[in-house]
């Protein structure tokens, strides 16, 4: 299922990279489900750096 144009699996990649490679969403899983959700200090991480 598409929705605003983006297919599951890019949406996937990208949330991962977003959480596991970059450090800028928390994951949380509940159940079967993954939950992306912004730190609470996701601006002080922004301002930091990436990478």
């Known amino acids: 299922m598409r929705y605003h144009g983006v297919?599951?699996?890019?949406?996937?990649?990208?949330?991962?990279?977003?959480?596991?490679?970059?450090?800028l969403l928390d994951m949380r899983k509940s159940?079967?489900?993954?939950?992306?959700?912004s730190p609470v200090d996701l601006k002080e991480r922004l301002a930091g750096g990436v990478g």
Request: glycine share 8%.
């Open 7 to 23: 297919s599951y699996n890019t949406a996937r990649a990208d949330l991962l990279a977003l959480s596991d490679e970059l450090g």
């Open 31 to 37: 159940g079967r489900k993954f939950t992306y959700i």
